[in-house]
């Protein structure tokens, strides 16, 4: 008979340990250890295992005699969720999706669901109940087009079972912490539980070529729960954002091993389920029936969708004597960066004012091509000096203050173009190899931080 087998996790971060320690040598977390039993006594119940039941041995292959193959992408209909994907649904791979309570996970895979045609799918929901669930999918679809098949079960011996006798296309579990496999004695949710569970069924996705989605919760910091190698182990990490009392929703990819990562899909959240935002730009600009101060327009690049976004400054007289700094949607440090920046090379003196930034829309933006449009709208509320709602920027600002060039400037400017914008501000860099010729925008090179100033405020 078997030994049972225990070892020490950490809880924050799922290292392993054969004692215990007050320090994690990995995060550095006090008191987090927790002992777990890996391997009970007497015999293992199967988990997942191949029809055939035969072994491959594997044998080292010179890359070059290595056959090319296409991947075949399977189209969820969901074209927002396809353009995270890289183009679609790769047979085989497992995708992790994580968020805050009550953002819509759970609504977005269910859409899924009904919605994909010519293909069986079996959502595993280890929360909910059928009924639930049915009042759900009568909420948000009114006809279903897919094959659907609903199963409330946690154990993965039972799941294992249920999937061999329906032969599902497609797997959605909700969720993956939820889970718990007889192999491993701890509660589900645990560190060693979550690891098991996902390394049964991502050897069934790998020996199926069945595309698995695996719905996961997050911690208070926002990172996903569980160890931070269940990230490693998928082949996709999405991420579903957004404010729960907003109606918009952002999809953003943070690992693909199949596509670009950093790609974004927005949705807008209904009574009657999750919408698809085709042009996002029309939702991050506002609507205004009237110039204001302290607006400008960046053209900013999400993945390989170039968007129109609005940063909104306000500049005002520090009340409590140490002035406050505060950014929405954009770093915080940089924005102080930048802030350095105009009182050293342009004079501007803003130690003693409050300055506070905003990302219309509730995204979060991390291109630096945004720098200019922030400061032009800093100075824009500083001074009191509304900017054209038809200008907009696109360059990064460097420490000395030099304008620097941005990548993939020509679809910033067709963007820009397409929604109406009667000029864009650029580095002056960015014009070599430019046809200028192409554009009805105008185009207005600038090399310093100074002349942007000079040519929109005089």
């Known amino acids: 008979m078997a030994k049972t087998k225990s070892a020490y996790f950490c809880q924050s971060c799922g290292y392993e340990s054969a004692k215990w320690l007050g320090k994690c040598p990995s995060c550095n977390s006090w008191n987090t250890f927790v002992e777990e039993v890996i391997e009970k006594a007497g015999s293992k119940v199967p988990a997942w295992k191949t029809s055939t039941g035969t072994t491959r041995v594997n044998k080292p292959n010179k890359v070059d005699n290595i056959p090319s193959i296409t991947e075949e992408r399977i189209l969820t209909g969901d074209q927002e969720l396809d353009r995270v994907l890289g183009g679609g649904l790769v047979a085989g791979s497992v995708i992790l999706i994580g968020g805050e309570p009550g953002i819509g996970k759970s609504t977005l895979m269910l859409q899924l669901a009904l919605n994909i045609s010519g293909k069986k799918i079996l959502y595993i929901s280890g929360e909910e109940s059928e009924q639930q669930i049915k009042m759900r999918a ?20 039972n799941i294992f079972k249920q999937i061999e006798e329906l032969e599902p296309d497609l797997l959605i579990v909700d969720s993956i912490q939820t889970l718990h496999s007889a192999h491993i004695d701890s509660t589900p949710g645990s560190v060693s539980q979550v690891r098991e569970c996902t390394a049964e069924l991502l050897r069934f996705a790998k020996e199926t070529d069945t595309p698995v989605f695996l719905i996961g919760h997050i911690t208070k910091d926002g990172t996903i729960a569980g160890p931070k190698i269940l990230e490693h182990m998928v082949d996709t990490v999405l991420q579903f954002e957004g404010d729960r009392h907003h109606v918009y929703r952002i999809l953003r990819s943070i690992k693909n091993r199949f596509g670009a990562a950093a790609e974004l899909g927005i949705y807008a959240m209904h009574s009657s389920g999750l919408r698809q935002v085709s042009n996002p730009s029309e939702i991050l600009l506002s609507q205004r029936d ?22 909104q400054a306000l500049v005002s007289t520090a009340a409590y004597g140490t002035p406050q700094r505060s950014a929405n949607g954009f770093d915080t440090k940089r924005m102080n960066m930048l802030l350095a920046v105009l009182e050293k090379r342009c004079g501007f003196r803003l130690s003693t004012r409050d300055v506070f930034l905003n990302i219309a829309g509730g995204i979060k933006v991390e291109d630096p091509a945004i720098d200019l449009a922030i400061l032009v709208a800093i100075i824009s509320s500083h001074e009191d000096i509304f900017i ?19 990548n993939r400037i020509e679809q910033r400017i067709s963007e820009a173009e397409k929604l109406g914008f009667e000029r864009i501000f650029i580095s002056n860099y960015n014009m070599k190899g430019l046809i200028t010729e192409r554009y009805k925008i105008e185009l207005s090179p600038v090399s310093k931080i100074e002349d942007v100033f000079a040519l929109l405020f005089g």
């Open 138 to 157: 009568e909420r948000i679809t009114s006809a279903p087009t897919a094959d659907c098949y609903i199963l409330t079960e946690t154990s993965t011996q």
């Open 290 to 311: 009237e110039e204001l101060s302290g607006i400008a327009i960046s053209a900013t690049l999400e993945g390989a969708r170039p968007m129109l976004i609005e940063t």
């Open 388 to 406: 054209s709602s038809k200008i907009c920027f696109a360059a990064e600002v460097g420490l000395s203050g030099e304008i620097r060039a941005v």
